[in-house]
């Protein structure tokens, strides 16, 4: 069975500008969710899709942060503008029952 | 508000030592806990997955194991190899629809 996908794996980007990222769950999980790994740290959950409806999105930065799970399947995150401490890797993840299955993670620099 | 911690946040072994990486919870009100790997500059592999009514789960090497009441959960690993240096993660998942917290990890390195 094919894994959760993310592109693109590497972003640079300057501060002010706006950057989007890309997942794919494993096929028939209706759970997805986002995460912001901050160097030498967990996980931090930023949003979670049940189908394409929003679950939990109480840590998500609305200011700047933006997600979307459009006909319950892939989904993208923006960030719009970005900021310095926005540098992180940000992870995907999906589930059908209990277990989360990640992707590879997209690293962001933000200079 | 769930809080999950790691000790230690490093460890050194030599290769063939049997260790133990330790996950503490703050709220024992959890519906399960998983353990995962991550290797440098990738994603999470889940290792081990436990739900709150278990005790322990074993895969090959591995042996995670649960305490509830105490707020603990603790991963075996058995004959290490070089190739188990990584960082090891466990995530909580709370009862009441919550998501999973992370504990921060702890790096593990072992030395041929």
């Known amino acids: 069975e094919a894994g959760v996908a993310q592109s693109p794996r590497y972003k640079i980007i300057e501060k002010r500008q706006s950057v989007a990222f890309w997942c794919n769950p494993i096929s028939g999980h209706a759970t997805l969710y986002w995460y912001q790994q901050i160097l030498g740290q967990g996980p931090k959950l930023l949003i979670q899709f049940q189908n394409n409806g929003v679950v939990d999105d109480s840590q998500l930065p609305k200011d700047r942060f933006s997600a979307e799970r459009l006909k319950g399947v892939d989904s993208t995150l923006k960030i719009q503008p970005a900021k310095l401490e926005d540098s992180a890797v940000y992870l995907c993840?999906?589930?059908?029952?209990?277990?989360?299955?990640f992707g590879p993670g997209t690293r962001l620099t933000v200079l | 508000k769930q809080e999950v911690t790691q000790i230690p946040a490093a460890l050194s072994v030599p290769e063939g030592e049997n260790l133990v990486l330790n996950c503490s919870f703050t709220?024992?009100?959890?519906?399960?806990l998983q353990w995962f790997r991550q290797d440098p500059g990738k994603g999470l592999t889940s290792l081990l997955l436990i739900q709150s009514s278990q005790r322990e789960q074993t895969s090959g090497r591995l042996n995670a194991s649960l305490d509830k009441s105490s707020g603990r959960s603790t991963l075996y690993i058995a004959a290490s190899q070089p190739g188990d240096s990584a960082t090891y993660l466990c995530?909580?998942?709370?009862?009441?629809?919550?998501?999973?917290?992370f504990g921060p990890g702890t790096r593990l390195s072992v030395l041929p």
């Open positions: 709220d024992s009100a959890i519906y399960n």
């Open positions: 993840a999906s589930s059908s029952s209990n277990e989360q299955f």
């Open positions: 995530a909580v998942r709370g009862n009441y629809g919550q998501n999973f917290v």
